[in-house]
Protein backbone atom coordinates (compact mmCIF):
# COMPACT_ATOMS: atom_id res chain seq x y z
CA UNK A 1 0.00 0.00 0.00
CA UNK A 2 1.51 3.42 -1.24
CA UNK A 3 2.19 6.10 1.63
CA UNK A 4 -0.75 8.36 0.04
CA UNK A 5 -3.01 5.40 0.69
CA UNK A 6 -2.27 5.06 4.28
CA UNK A 7 -2.75 8.96 4.55
CA UNK A 8 -6.08 8.68 2.89
CA UNK A 9 -7.89 5.87 5.31
CA UNK A 10 -6.14 6.58 8.22
CA UNK A 11 -6.03 10.88 8.41
CA UNK A 12 -8.18 12.09 5.72
CA UNK A 13 -11.06 8.96 4.79
CA UNK A 14 -12.28 9.74 8.93
CA UNK A 15 -12.88 13.37 8.50
CA UNK A 16 -14.25 13.26 5.52
CA UNK A 17 -17.00 10.29 6.62
CA UNK A 18 -17.58 12.40 10.00
CA UNK A 19 -17.97 15.87 7.78
CA UNK A 20 -20.69 13.78 5.95
CA UNK A 21 -22.04 12.10 9.04
CA UNK A 22 -22.68 15.55 10.52
CA UNK A 23 -24.03 17.31 7.29
CA UNK A 24 -26.75 14.32 6.74
CA UNK A 25 -27.62 14.49 10.56
CA UNK A 26 -28.29 18.28 10.39
CA UNK A 27 -30.02 18.29 7.29
CA UNK A 28 -32.35 15.64 8.80
CA UNK A 29 -32.62 17.36 12.26
CA UNK A 30 -33.31 20.78 10.01
CA UNK A 31 -35.94 19.08 7.75
CA UNK A 32 -37.80 17.48 11.28
CA UNK A 33 -37.95 20.49 13.17
CA UNK A 34 -39.47 21.84 10.26
CA UNK A 35 -41.93 19.29 9.92
CA UNK A 36 -42.39 19.23 13.74
CA UNK A 37 -42.45 23.11 14.50
CA UNK A 38 -45.74 24.24 12.93
CA UNK A 39 -47.18 21.33 14.52
CA UNK A 40 -45.61 22.21 18.78
CA UNK A 41 -47.26 25.59 17.86
CA UNK A 42 -50.49 24.93 16.99
CA UNK A 43 -50.57 22.20 19.79
CA UNK A 44 -49.76 25.32 22.27
CA UNK A 45 -52.04 27.66 20.63
CA UNK A 46 -54.80 24.59 21.10
CA UNK A 47 -53.83 24.52 24.72
CA UNK A 48 -54.21 28.45 24.96
CA UNK A 49 -57.43 28.40 23.42
CA UNK A 50 -59.24 25.43 25.94
CA UNK A 51 -58.10 28.08 28.27
CA UNK A 52 -59.14 31.02 27.02
CA UNK A 53 -62.83 28.78 26.57
CA UNK A 54 -63.02 27.30 30.24
CA UNK A 55 -61.86 30.71 31.58
CA UNK A 56 -64.76 32.58 29.79
CA UNK A 57 -67.36 29.82 28.69
CA UNK A 58 -69.75 32.58 27.63
CA UNK A 59 -67.45 33.16 24.22
CA UNK A 60 -68.38 29.11 23.40
CA UNK A 61 -65.29 29.16 22.40
CA UNK A 62 -64.83 32.15 19.67
CA UNK A 63 -62.97 34.87 20.09
CA UNK A 64 -61.70 37.82 17.87
CA UNK A 65 -57.51 38.17 17.90
CA UNK A 66 -56.81 41.64 18.95
CA UNK A 67 -53.35 40.91 19.73
CA UNK A 68 -51.65 43.11 16.85
CA UNK A 69 -53.86 46.12 17.85
CA UNK A 70 -51.96 45.97 22.00
CA UNK A 71 -49.12 48.26 22.76
CA UNK A 72 -49.33 47.30 26.39
CA UNK A 73 -46.59 45.89 27.58
CA UNK A 74 -45.87 41.98 28.68
CA UNK A 75 -49.35 40.70 26.67
CA UNK A 76 -49.19 37.47 25.00
CA UNK A 77 -52.61 37.65 23.33
CA UNK A 78 -55.59 39.97 23.71
CA UNK A 79 -59.14 37.94 22.28
CA UNK A 80 -62.14 39.47 22.70
CA UNK A 81 -65.31 37.16 22.81
CA UNK A 82 -66.83 36.91 19.23
CA UNK A 83 -70.28 37.48 20.69
CA UNK A 84 -69.61 40.13 22.79
CA UNK A 85 -69.42 38.36 26.15
CA UNK A 86 -66.01 39.07 27.26
CA UNK A 87 -62.46 39.21 26.98
CA UNK A 88 -59.54 36.83 27.84
CA UNK A 89 -56.24 38.67 27.74
CA UNK A 90 -52.95 36.18 28.10
CA UNK A 91 -49.92 38.05 29.99
CA UNK A 92 -46.81 37.62 31.87
CA UNK A 93 -44.70 38.78 34.98
CA UNK A 94 -41.28 38.32 35.23
CA UNK A 95 -40.16 35.63 38.03
CA UNK A 96 -37.96 33.79 40.05
CA UNK A 97 -36.90 31.20 37.26
CA UNK A 98 -38.65 33.55 34.23
CA UNK A 99 -42.06 34.34 33.21
CA UNK A 100 -45.33 33.78 34.79
CA UNK A 101 -48.32 33.63 32.30
CA UNK A 102 -51.27 34.01 33.26
CA UNK A 103 -54.57 34.05 31.19
CA UNK A 104 -57.58 37.02 32.94
CA UNK A 105 -60.94 36.54 31.26
CA UNK A 106 -62.88 39.67 31.92
CA UNK A 107 -66.47 41.08 31.62
CA UNK A 108 -67.16 44.06 29.44
CA UNK A 109 -67.22 46.62 32.44
CA UNK A 110 -63.31 44.97 32.99
CA UNK A 111 -64.31 43.47 36.14
CA UNK A 112 -61.92 39.93 36.46
CA UNK A 113 -64.40 36.95 35.98
CA UNK A 114 -61.64 34.37 36.07
CA UNK A 115 -57.87 33.80 36.60
CA UNK A 116 -56.15 31.03 35.01
CA UNK A 117 -52.03 30.37 35.77
CA UNK A 118 -50.27 28.34 33.57
CA UNK A 119 -47.18 26.47 33.28
CA UNK A 120 -44.13 28.37 34.55
CA UNK A 121 -40.31 27.38 35.64
CA UNK A 122 -40.56 28.49 39.14
CA UNK A 123 -38.86 26.44 41.42
CA UNK A 124 -41.36 22.90 42.73
CA UNK A 125 -42.56 24.01 46.19
CA UNK A 126 -43.05 27.37 45.53
CA UNK A 127 -44.10 29.67 42.54
CA UNK A 128 -45.08 26.27 40.96
CA UNK A 129 -47.75 25.76 43.26
CA UNK A 130 -49.78 28.18 41.11
CA UNK A 131 -50.69 25.65 38.12
CA UNK A 132 -49.16 22.23 39.70
CA UNK A 133 -52.74 21.32 40.99
CA UNK A 134 -52.09 22.18 44.80
CA UNK A 135 -54.99 24.25 46.24
CA UNK A 136 -53.25 27.08 46.29
CA UNK A 137 -53.42 28.57 42.46
CA UNK A 138 -56.90 28.09 42.81
CA UNK A 139 -57.28 30.19 46.13
CA UNK A 140 -54.89 32.95 44.67
CA UNK A 141 -57.09 32.89 41.45
CA UNK A 142 -60.53 32.94 43.79
CA UNK A 143 -59.10 36.40 45.17
CA UNK A 144 -58.43 38.19 42.18
CA UNK A 145 -61.92 37.59 40.95
CA UNK A 146 -64.27 40.58 41.33
CA UNK A 147 -61.35 43.21 41.17
CA UNK A 148 -60.50 45.48 38.26
CA UNK A 149 -58.77 47.94 37.80
CA UNK A 150 -55.77 47.36 39.53
CA UNK A 151 -54.72 44.91 42.04
CA UNK A 152 -52.02 44.85 44.63
CA UNK A 153 -50.30 41.84 46.64
CA UNK A 154 -51.51 41.76 50.17
CA UNK A 155 -54.45 44.01 50.11
CA UNK A 156 -58.03 43.17 49.48
CA UNK A 157 -57.37 40.20 50.58
CA UNK A 158 -54.83 38.94 47.44
CA UNK A 159 -52.33 37.18 49.77
CA UNK A 160 -51.12 35.13 46.74
CA UNK A 161 -49.09 32.01 47.59
CA UNK A 162 -47.44 31.85 51.20
CA UNK A 163 -43.76 31.33 50.87
CA UNK A 164 -43.89 32.21 47.05
CA UNK A 165 -43.54 36.07 47.22
CA UNK A 166 -41.72 36.49 44.12
CA UNK A 167 -44.10 34.72 41.69
CA UNK A 168 -46.72 35.71 43.21
CA UNK A 169 -45.83 39.35 42.58
CA UNK A 170 -44.57 38.48 38.80
CA UNK A 171 -48.49 36.85 38.65
CA UNK A 172 -49.98 40.81 40.05
CA UNK A 173 -47.80 42.31 37.62
CA UNK A 174 -49.14 40.05 34.61
CA UNK A 175 -52.88 40.60 36.39
CA UNK A 176 -52.75 44.42 36.24
CA UNK A 177 -50.99 44.05 32.85
CA UNK A 178 -53.71 42.18 31.30
CA UNK A 179 -56.22 44.89 33.54
CA UNK A 180 -54.50 48.04 31.54
CA UNK A 181 -54.29 45.58 28.36
CA UNK A 182 -58.33 45.79 28.42
CA UNK A 183 -58.39 49.75 29.56
CA UNK A 184 -56.04 50.04 26.28
CA UNK A 185 -58.57 47.76 24.02
CA UNK A 186 -62.13 48.61 25.27
CA UNK A 187 -61.70 52.45 26.52
CA UNK A 188 -59.10 53.68 24.48
CA UNK A 189 -57.10 54.87 27.90
CA UNK A 190 -53.07 54.55 27.10
CA UNK A 191 -51.07 51.75 28.74
CA UNK A 192 -50.04 52.66 32.44
CA UNK A 193 -46.58 52.91 33.17
CA UNK A 194 -44.32 51.38 35.81
CA UNK A 195 -43.74 54.44 37.90
CA UNK A 196 -40.17 55.23 37.96
CA UNK A 197 -37.72 57.02 40.55
CA UNK A 198 -37.41 60.42 40.08
CA UNK A 199 -34.43 61.39 41.60
CA UNK A 200 -34.30 64.93 41.22
CA UNK A 201 -37.30 65.02 43.51
CA UNK A 202 -35.39 62.32 45.36
CA UNK A 203 -32.06 64.70 45.67
CA UNK A 204 -34.18 68.11 46.80
CA UNK A 205 -36.22 66.01 49.36
CA UNK A 206 -32.34 64.95 50.86
CA UNK A 207 -30.79 67.92 50.63
CA UNK A 208 -33.41 70.49 51.10
CA UNK A 209 -30.91 73.20 51.94
CA UNK A 210 -29.71 73.32 48.51
CA UNK A 211 -32.71 74.84 47.36
CA UNK A 212 -32.95 72.57 44.08
CA UNK A 213 -29.96 74.23 42.67
CA UNK A 214 -27.44 71.74 41.61
CA UNK A 215 -25.17 72.01 38.55
CA UNK A 216 -23.11 68.65 36.88
CA UNK A 217 -19.52 68.56 37.86
CA UNK A 218 -16.74 66.22 36.28
CA UNK A 219 -14.63 64.19 38.71
CA UNK A 220 -11.91 61.35 37.77
CA UNK A 221 -12.58 58.98 40.53
CA UNK A 222 -13.31 55.28 39.39
CA UNK A 223 -17.23 54.22 38.51
CA UNK A 224 -19.12 57.12 39.09
CA UNK A 225 -21.56 57.65 36.58
CA UNK A 226 -22.85 61.61 37.22
CA UNK A 227 -22.09 63.63 40.31
CA UNK A 228 -24.19 66.90 41.02
CA UNK A 229 -22.67 69.40 43.26
CA UNK A 230 -25.59 71.91 45.06
CA UNK A 231 -24.91 75.42 43.57
CA UNK A 232 -24.44 76.98 47.42
CA UNK A 233 -22.10 74.61 48.72
CA UNK A 234 -24.51 72.29 50.11
CA UNK A 235 -23.97 69.11 49.09
CA UNK A 236 -23.12 66.71 46.67
CA UNK A 237 -25.28 63.84 44.85
CA UNK A 238 -23.60 60.82 43.04
CA UNK A 239 -24.25 58.29 40.64
CA UNK A 240 -21.79 55.66 41.29
CA UNK A 241 -21.84 51.30 40.40
CA UNK A 242 -20.46 48.66 42.09
CA UNK A 243 -19.84 45.37 40.20
CA UNK A 244 -22.66 42.59 40.89
CA UNK A 245 -23.40 39.48 39.87
CA UNK A 246 -25.40 40.49 36.38
CA UNK A 247 -23.27 43.56 35.68
CA UNK A 248 -23.07 47.02 37.35
CA UNK A 249 -25.11 47.66 40.55
CA UNK A 250 -26.06 51.70 40.70
CA UNK A 251 -26.59 53.46 43.49
CA UNK A 252 -27.63 57.07 44.15
CA UNK A 253 -25.50 58.72 47.13
CA UNK A 254 -26.56 62.25 48.63
CA UNK A 255 -24.09 63.59 50.45
CA UNK A 256 -24.35 67.01 53.11
CA UNK A 257 -21.18 69.87 52.56
CA UNK A 258 -19.48 67.59 55.30
CA UNK A 259 -19.72 64.24 53.40
CA UNK A 260 -22.00 62.41 55.43
CA UNK A 261 -24.62 60.32 53.53
CA UNK A 262 -28.23 61.73 53.75
CA UNK A 263 -29.83 59.53 51.14
CA UNK A 264 -28.88 56.18 49.51
CA UNK A 265 -30.99 55.03 46.16
CA UNK A 266 -30.13 51.96 44.56
CA UNK A 267 -30.88 52.20 41.14
CA UNK A 268 -32.19 49.69 38.94
CA UNK A 269 -30.22 46.60 38.09
CA UNK A 270 -29.40 43.69 36.31
CA UNK A 271 -29.30 41.02 38.76
CA UNK A 272 -31.09 37.80 39.24
CA UNK A 273 -35.09 38.20 40.47
CA UNK A 274 -35.57 37.26 44.15
CA UNK A 275 -31.70 38.21 45.07
CA UNK A 276 -29.91 41.34 44.04
CA UNK A 277 -32.52 42.62 41.77
CA UNK A 278 -34.48 43.06 45.25
CA UNK A 279 -32.34 46.35 46.25
CA UNK A 280 -34.40 48.22 43.60
CA UNK A 281 -37.63 46.17 42.52
CA UNK A 282 -39.43 47.42 45.94
CA UNK A 283 -39.21 43.98 48.19
CA UNK A 284 -37.20 44.49 51.09
CA UNK A 285 -34.19 47.30 50.62
CA UNK A 286 -35.25 50.39 52.41
CA UNK A 287 -33.58 48.64 55.72
CA UNK A 288 -30.39 48.45 53.90
CA UNK A 289 -30.53 51.93 52.35
CA UNK A 290 -31.08 53.13 56.06
CA UNK A 291 -28.81 51.56 57.40
CA UNK A 292 -26.06 53.30 55.12
CA UNK A 293 -27.72 57.05 56.17
CA UNK A 294 -25.56 58.83 58.74
CA UNK A 295 -22.25 57.12 57.46
CA UNK A 296 -19.27 58.72 56.40
CA UNK A 297 -15.43 58.35 55.15
CA UNK A 298 -16.22 54.75 54.21
CA UNK A 299 -18.57 51.61 54.65
CA UNK A 300 -18.06 47.79 55.47
CA UNK A 301 -21.09 45.66 54.80
CA UNK A 302 -21.27 43.48 58.32
CA UNK A 303 -20.15 46.08 60.12
CA UNK A 304 -22.12 49.15 61.88
CA UNK A 305 -25.20 47.58 61.04
CA UNK A 306 -24.77 47.54 57.09
CA UNK A 307 -25.88 44.08 56.84
CA UNK A 308 -27.13 43.98 53.41
CA UNK A 309 -29.93 41.67 51.94
CA UNK A 310 -30.14 38.56 53.06
CA UNK A 311 -29.13 35.72 50.66
CA UNK A 312 -27.83 38.54 48.17
CA UNK A 313 -24.49 38.92 49.40
CA UNK A 314 -22.49 39.50 46.11
CA UNK A 315 -24.97 42.54 44.93
CA UNK A 316 -24.80 43.84 48.70
CA UNK A 317 -21.28 43.84 48.15
CA UNK A 318 -21.75 45.76 45.02
CA UNK A 319 -23.97 47.79 46.21
CA UNK A 320 -22.04 49.18 49.06
CA UNK A 321 -18.75 49.28 46.50
CA UNK A 322 -20.70 51.51 45.36
CA UNK A 323 -21.05 53.87 47.86
CA UNK A 324 -17.93 53.56 49.01
CA UNK A 325 -17.05 55.13 45.09
CA UNK A 326 -19.41 57.74 45.77
CA UNK A 327 -17.68 58.65 49.22
CA UNK A 328 -14.27 58.68 47.26
CA UNK A 329 -15.79 61.09 44.57
CA UNK A 330 -16.84 63.00 47.91
CA UNK A 331 -13.24 63.45 48.78
CA UNK A 332 -12.12 64.66 45.17
CA UNK A 333 -14.82 67.00 45.13
CA UNK A 334 -13.98 68.35 48.95
CA UNK A 335 -10.53 68.94 47.91
CA UNK A 336 -10.96 70.63 44.92
CA UNK A 337 -13.22 73.07 47.01
CA UNK A 338 -10.42 73.68 49.17
CA UNK A 339 -7.65 74.13 46.61
Known amino acids: MSKNNETWNELVKPVVVLTVICLVTSALLAVTNGLTAP ?24 FDDLTEQVTTENIVAAKKASNGSGWCIQAT ?9 VIVAMDNDGVILNVSFMQNEESAGFGKRLWDGSEDGPKFAESLVGKSGSVALHEDGVDGVSGATISSTAAVKAI ?3 LNCYNEL ?12 DTDALIAEALPEADGAFEDVTVTTANITA ?18 FGGDVPVLVVMDG ?60 AAVEAVNHALECFDELNAKEAA
Request: glycine share 16%; proline share 4%.
Open 93 to 101: GKGFGGDVP
Open 258 to 317: EGVIRKVAFLENGETAGYGARLWDGTDAEPFAASLEGKSGSVTLHKDGVDGLSGATLSST
Open 227 to 244: AKKAANGAGYAVTATGKG
Open 176 to 178: NSA
Open 39 to 62: VIAANKEAKANAVYAAALPEAEGQ
Open 186 to 197: ANGVAPAEEPKM
